[in-house]
Each structure stands twice: as structure tokens, then as C-alpha cells.
């Protein structure tokens, strides 16, 4: 892959990623010369003092790019954090190496993802998560002659107790419905009718859209715990997964992720 050039005659600052098993990550930064001795990764929308991480570089060699690792240990908040050179250059996105991404199964403590990506406009993010606890959505299947759909699940840093629950939420609105949680330890299940959330919007204007959002209380007086789909290398799944839709009540429903990878139910007034 080349390295455009700027108007100055420079390499524009680019880097490889390099994701480690640990939850590291190696930054290999070509045309780092110019631009001075630090990696800057920066939150978006953050002010404060740590929305800010500096990685120092290692001199690049003959034909060598500088490198820097982000650590497993350093705790970033969840977000989108932008690459920087020393000098408020936006790093471009080089090769993507991720594999160690996929099916990730952390042992213990907060779940901590971050996922290296390009941006719209052609930089270099990462997306990070940082969750404790967290539920993992799995398998998604459908019965289309129920009106509803199944899901299951893995729970890090809670387990099951009694009284499980799945909470679907109403977005901007005060409603919610519940379902049993089947399972137990880490493992849940549920299966969730759309009917009840297509009602109560009968005269809803054609193409109307409502989102539901999916919570698991592991237990009676546990706090809810958002449910999403984050230890892989997708770090934007709302364009890029599809699943059926059903037609219930006069509306389209089906699941979704969002931008952030939470998993929804929308409801879709028809035409």
C-alpha cells in the first residue's frame, strides 16, 4: 500500500494495526519522520485530561516505519478515539491485521474491545468498548408463524440468579415489556413476540419508525445490563447486519444493531 505525499512533499503519516490476543494493539507509523515522536489518540467529543493518550514512538529505521503499542492494560473510555501525530496530522488507516478479534472470550474483569477501523472520510479510529458487566449477543433465529424471534447469549462479569428478565425499551418513550430468561450460569436465552411491541401505534403515520432496545437483568434486584454484539472485528454492524422482517399489526419488524452495536427491535409503520 503507498503513502500519499503532502503538499509539502512529506509522507502522509499512515499505520498498520496489529491486534494482539492480550487486547493490544501495534501501530506500525509510516512517514512518522515529519510529523514528530508521538501517536496521539483522542477521544471525540472528549475534554477532559483522559481523553487524551500519548504513545511514544520508536525512531523509524532504514526502511523501517516508528512503532508503538497501545497496551491491554491502558483503560480507555468507550468511544471513538481518533489517531494523531504529534503535530494534529490525521493518521491514515494502513492494513488491518484483526484476526485474533474474532470470537474473543475474555477470562475476567471489564470487558475491554477496541476495534481499529477507517473512518468515512478516510482516517484512522478506533472504536472501544468498555463494559462490566456485559451481554453478548449470540445466534438470532426466527419464527415467522409466532411473530417472534429467539436469542441466546453469554454474560461476562455476572451470572444468572433468579428471577431473569429481557427488558425491551421503548426508545424516547416510558413503555417497556419483559420475557423470561431461560438458562443459567453465563449462558441466557429468550424469545421476544413482537406483537406487543407493534401496539399501541395503530395509527402510526407510514414509515413511522420505533426502536426497542434489549436489556438483560440477570437477576430479580440486578441492575439491567445492555445487550449487544461487540467481541469481534465489526466495529459498525448497523449497515451490515440483516435480518427477516415480519409484517405484525400493520407493521415491519425486525431486529438491528446500532451504530454502537446494541442490539433493537424496530417497528416500522407500513404502508
Same mark, same amino acid.
Given at each position: /500500500?503507498?503513502?500519499? /505525499?503532502?503538499?509539502?512533499?512529506?509522507? =502522509?503519516?499512515?499505520?498498520? &494495526?496489529?491486534?494482539?490476543?492480550?487486547?493490544?494493539?501495534?501501530?506500525?507509523?509510516?512517514?512518522?519522520?515529519?510529523?514528530?515522536?508521538?501517536? @496521539?489518540?483522542?477521544?471525540?467529543?472528549?475534554?477532559?485530561?483522559?481523553?487524551?493518550?500519548?504513545?511514544?514512538?520508536?525512531?523509524?529505521?532504514?526502511?523501517?516505519?516508528?512503532?508503538?503499542? %497501545?497496551?491491554?492494560?491502558?483503560?480507555?473510555?468507550?468511544?471513538?478515539?481518533?489517531?494523531?501525530?504529534?503535530?494534529?496530522?490525521? @493518521?491514515?488507516?494502513?492494513?488491518?491485521?484483526?484476526?485474533?478479534? @474474532?470470537?474473543?472470550?475474555?477470562?475476567?474483569?471489564? @470487558?475491554?474491545?477496541?476495534?481499529?477501523?477507517?473512518?468515512?472520510?478516510?482516517?484512522?479510529?478506533?472504536?472501544?468498548?468498555?463494559?462490566?458487566?456485559?451481554?453478548?449477543?449470540?445466534? %438470532?433465529?426466527?419464527?415467522?408463524?409466532?411473530?417472534? /424471534?429467539?436469542?441466546?447469549?453469554?454474560?461476562?462479569?455476572?451470572?444468572?440468579? !433468579?428471577?431473569?428478565?429481557?427488558?425491551?425499551?421503548?426508545?424516547?418513550?416510558?413503555? /417497556?415489556? =419483559?420475557?423470561?430468561?431461560?438458562?443459567?450460569?453465563?449462558?441466557?436465552?429468550?424469545?421476544?413476540?413482537?406483537?406487543?411491541?407493534?401496539?399501541?401505534?395503530?395509527?402510526?403515520?407510514?414509515?413511522?419508525?420505533?426502536?426497542?432496545?434489549?436489556?438483560?437483568?440477570?437477576?430479580?434486584?440486578?441492575?439491567?445490563?445492555?445487550?449487544?454484539?461487540?467481541?469481534?472485528?465489526?466495529? !459498525?454492524?448497523?449497515?451490515?447486519?440483516?435480518?427477516?422482517?415480519?409484517?405484525?399489526?400493520?407493521?415491519?419488524?425486525?431486529? &438491528?444493531?446500532?451504530?454502537?452495536?446494541?442490539? &433493537?427491535?424496530?417497528?416500522?409503520?407500513?404502508?
Amino acid at each position: /500500500m503507498s503513502t500519499p /505525499m503532502t503538499a509539502e512533499g512529506h509522507l =502522509e503519516p499512515r499505520a498498520d &494495526c496489529l491486534a494482539a490476543s492480550d487486547g493490544g494493539i501495534t501501530f506500525d507509523v509510516f512517514g512518522s519522520a515529519a510529523f514528530g515522536a508521538v501517536l @496521539v489518540l483522542r477521544r471525540r467529543g472528549g475534554k477532559g485530561p483522559a481523553d487524551e493518550l500519548r504513545l511514544p514512538l520508536t525512531p523509524p529505521g532504514d526502511g523501517t516505519p516508528a512503532r508503538t503499542t %497501545l497496551p491491554a492494560t491502558a483503560e480507555l473510555a468507550e468511544g471513538r478515539w481518533d489517531a494523531y501525530t504529534e503535530t494534529g496530522e490525521a @493518521v491514515q488507516p494502513g492494513i488491518r491485521d484483526l484476526r485474533v478479534l @474474532v470470537d474473543q472470550a475474555p477470562a475476567s474483569g471489564p @470487558v475491554a474491545v477496541r476495534v481499529p477501523y477507517p473512518t468515512a472520510d478516510g482516517r484512522l479510529a478506533l472504536r472501544c468498548w468498555r463494559r462490566a458487566p456485559h451481554a453478548e449477543a449470540g445466534e %438470532l433465529a426466527f419464527a415467522p408463524e409466532q411473530g417472534a /424471534m429467539s436469542v441466546t447469549g453469554v454474560l461476562f462479569g455476572a451470572e444468572l440468579g !433468579d428471577g431473569p428478565v429481557v427488558q425491551a425499551r421503548l426508545r424516547a418513550g416510558e413503555r /417497556m415489556h =419483559e420475557v423470561p430468561v431461560t438458562g443459567e450460569g453465563r449462558s441466557f436465552g429468550f424469545t421476544l413476540p413482537y406483537g406487543p411491541l407493534a401496539e399501541g401505534a395503530e395509527n402510526a403515520v407510514a414509515g413511522k419508525e420505533r426502536l426497542w432496545e434489549l436489556w438483560l437483568r440477570p437477576a430479580a434486584k440486578a441492575a439491567p445490563v445492555r445487550i449487544s454484539r461487540i467481541l469481534d472485528d465489526v466495529w !459498525d454492524k448497523k449497515s451490515i447486519f440483516a435480518y427477516p422482517k415480519q409484517r405484525i399489526a400493520g407493521h415491519i419488524v425486525a431486529p &438491528c444493531y446500532t451504530g454502537d452495536n446494541d442490539l &433493537c427491535v424496530r417497528v416500522t409503520a407500513a404502508g
